[in-house]
């Protein structure tokens, strides 16, 4: 099992930069047995995946957020992070660090399976 306790956020101007971390907490398990993913959820709109890491590295993004956030993670300290660069209103959201047990891809972590684990959520507001 794995919890997932976020941080960071905030609000910020369309143009600039906020990141979000998600701390890991395992039981029985590590890393390797997990891809993570960072989706969002706007009122009123469906959650949307953001991007997906597996234990290799591998990454994806959402076309949407592609060249402008980067998804990276440092294992000593069992943290994800969401960089995100040249925010735009469009971006505002909570959002949310996910883990999907293995056997995964980015692809599988993108569509969130029932087994995935969620964090608490976290809002991002970028004013115009």
């Known amino acids: 099992q794995v919890q997932l306790m976020q941080s960071g956020g905030g609000s910020v101007e369309a143009g600039g930069s906020l990141s979000l971390s998600c701390t890991a907490s395992?039981?029985?398990?590590?890393?390797?047995?997990?891809?993570f993913g960072w989706f969002r959820q706007a009122p009123g709109k469906e959650r949307e995946a953001v991007a997906a890491?597996?234990?290799?590295?591998?990454?994806r993004y959402s076309d949407s957020v592609k060249g402008r956030f980067n998804f990276s993670r440092d294992r000593r300290k069992n943290t994800l992070y969401l960089q995100m660069n040249r925010l735009q209103p469009g971006d505002s959201a909570t959002y949310y660090c996910?883990?999907?047990?293995?056997?995964?891809?980015?692809?599988?972590?993108?569509?969130?399976?029932?087994?995935?684990?969620w964090g608490q959520g976290t809002q991002v507001t970028v004013s115009s």
């Open positions: 996910a883990a999907d047990p293995a056997p995964c891809s980015v692809v599988s972590m993108m569509e969130a399976p029932a087994d995935t684990e």
């Open positions: 395992f039981r029985n398990r590590s890393w390797r047995d997990y891809c």
């Open positions: 890491i597996t234990a290799d590295g591998d990454t």
